[in-house]
């Protein structure tokens, strides 16, 4: 997978900061890998049901090249202070605390461990738009970067699908993040102006064409920090690992993707737990919405999908437990204004990124409005931009 790109002004900037960093530029690689959306499908992941993501034009970039000996040298355009991240191919197990550099060990392992040859050190330097911490995937942005940038530099052919899930492995196994595989799966095939419908139990997928007509997908970002591994993430997975359980003592299935809200509710007897009931009907509730957005966003029916979108950030609120005031101000602010279909929170959640479906010519005034009442809840601004659906982690061959 490559992408043909003319030589910007970022790419001569970063070049002469490998040089700098690295003593000079020659046989550098470049490389990109997006952000993502998720337009609606939220924590259904792990559950075996539907998500609808599209990877967006903000994103990593990295230069990269092989080095002779077994070194590995790393360096962040966003952690400055940190200097030059050094470690060899023969440490790759020992974390680095809470580093960048443990998604590049992570990714090094993972690779290795399928059965893939990485014998040479390399240099890599990155800088990342995505604000850390949007629920945008950051970290998934970046494992699938490495995974491209490897791939490419040690000429290993890695199936994308494999890549992907090495990613996911990666967060999971590595980092202790018990994440599906929605936001891997995303930047991994990710196309440009399509959302991809994903049935994680079976990993069959539809590109579909993202035609918003007259509207605008808005991104908010909360600007408060969150940090998955120390969320409420892990619990939120193990609470509805638990229902599905108790449900399984009757019902014979392997996820909670699996059920219709209607067996659901005849059987949540099973479950015999208020809070894990909740958890379970978001799970089972949200699959289902998303199958009915997916028809009606195919269909043209936006004012439809806006409706899903609004009832998803109800269930994520009511439910799951996992908005928050910023996060709730943002989207049900957004939900009143004049010109917006509908708006829910996008992401993990507890912090991160909420989205509204906004009519073109409203969007100014929408920032204005949804920012001032936010900045008067909760004591801080919030950051707008509207989303433009892009392609997915690329080499990039350069135009000069």
């Known amino acids: 997978m490559s992408t043909v790109v003319e030589n910007s002004t970022v790419l001569s900037a970063l070049t002469e900061k490998f040089a700098e960093v690295f003593g000079d530029s020659a046989e550098v690689e470049y490389f990109f890998s997006p952000g993502r959306i998720n337009l609606i499908g939220e924590h259904t992941d792990y559950n075996g049901g539907f998500v609808f993501p599209a990877s967006i034009t903000i994103g990593t970039t990295g230069l990269a090249r092989l080095r002779k000996d077994s070194k590995v040298k790393l360096y962040s355009e966003n952690f400055p202070k940190l200097g030059v991240i050094e470690f060899d191919l023969a440490d790759v197990e020992k974390k680095d605390g809470e580093s ?20 040479k050190g390399f240099e890599l330097l990155i800088k990342g738009e995505i604000p850390t911490a949007s629920g945008l995937s ?7 970067l490495v995974g491209a ?10 199936p994308r699908l494999e890549l992907v899930q090495l990613g996911q492995k990666t967060e999971n196994d590595f980092i202790g993040v018990n994440s599906g595989i929605l936001d891997q799966f995303a930047i991994g095939f990710g196309e440009v102006k399509k959302a ?3 049935d994680c139990n079976t990993l069959k997928y539809e590109m579909v064409p993202c035609e918003l007509r007259d509207y605008d ?14 969320s409420k993430y892990n619990e939120r997975f193990a609470e509805t690992r638990e229902a599905l359980k108790r449900m399984q003592t ?22 015999g737990d208020e809070t894990l009931i909740k958890r379970a009907r978001h799970a089972v509730y949200e699959n289902n919405r998303t199958k009915v957005a997916q028809k009606a966003f195919v269909a043209g029916d936006l004012a439809q999908f806006g409706q899903l979108l609004n009832a998803s950030h109800e269930s994520l609120k009511n439910d799951y437990e996992v908005t928050g005031i910023e996060l709730d101000t ?6 009143k204004q004049h010109g917006v279909l509908g708006a829910r929170m996008t992401g993990a959640g507890f912090g991160g990124c909420a989205i509204a479906l906004v009519a073109h010519d409203k969007v100014a005034d929408f920032e204005k409005s949804v920012g001032a009442e936010y900045e008067k809840v909760v004591g801080y601004p919030a950051s707008f931009y509207v989303a433009q659906i ?6 990039l061959n350069l135009l000069n």
């Open 100 to 119: 960048w550099s443990n998604y590049v060990k992570g990714m090094i392992i993972m690779l290795r461990g399928a059965g893939y040859t990485l014998d």
């Open 138 to 144: 950051s970290s998934a942005s970046l494992e699938l």
């Open 149 to 158: 940038v490897l791939d490419d530099l040690f000429k290993l052919n890695v």
């Open 196 to 198: 991809i419908l994903l």
């Open 217 to 230: 997908i808005v991104i908010m970002n909360t600007n408060k920090p969150r940090a998955l591994t120390e």
């Open 250 to 271: 009757k019902l014979n299935i392997k996820a909670l993707g699996e059920l219709s809200n209607e067996e659901f509710d005849a059987n949540t007897d099973l479950i």
């Open 330 to 335: 943002l989207a049900e602010t957004a939900q």
């Open 390 to 395: 892009g392609s997915g982690a690329t080499k």
